[in-house]
């Protein structure tokens, strides 16, 4: 991490282990006055290092238990279809995750449904309803031994 020392590395890494910590912890686990401390937080804060807060939610409790990964690929590869496309898996709440890829496909989304029909139902009537999509491949999770997203 390019202007960030290892004093701020370690708040960091406390930070996303837990972003409740108060400050009066933080400096206690990271081996600084809790001034010095909280200095470092705002600090991090203002440029921009920490984006923010965010509370892990259990989805299987929420009953959104299945959880796919899609590769989607355009059949049209303009700015426009782009958009378009962006725009339509904006407004699905299905999809919790859309990133923009290199390689044989454009787009990578992870999708949260409740079951393998409500997936069945937004795979047939949402996604591929969409005139720019050309092909779509499912990964369904089976399991995450390892899941660092906060």
């Not at 930070?15 to 400050?23: A, K, P, Y």
């Not at 859309?98 to 795979?123: M, Q, S, V, W």
């Amino acid at each position: 991490m390019t202007g960030i020392d290892s004093k701020s590395e370690q708040i960091l890494r406390e930070l996303v282990r837990d972003g409740r910590i108060s400050n009066l912890e933080l400096a206690d686990r990271v081996g600084l006055s809790p001034s010095a401390c909280l200095r470092r937080v705002q600090d991090l804060e203002r440029r921009g290092v920490i984006k923010g807060y965010r509370a892990v939610l259990d989805r299987t409790a929420m009953g959104a238990g299945f959880v796919a990964y899609i590769g989607v690929g355009l059949s049209n590869h303009t700015k426009a279809s782009q958009e378009a496309f962006e725009r339509a898996i904006a407004r699905a709440p299905e999809v919790r995750e859309c990133h923009n890829i290199t390689g044989t496909i454009e787009y990578l989304l992870r999708i949260e449904c409740a079951d393998l029909p409500d997936y069945k139902r937004f795979h047939t009537d949402h996604l591929g309803a969409l005139p720019q999509v050309a092909t779509i491949t499912s990964y369904v999770v089976m399991g995450s031994p390892k899941d660092e997203r906060a």
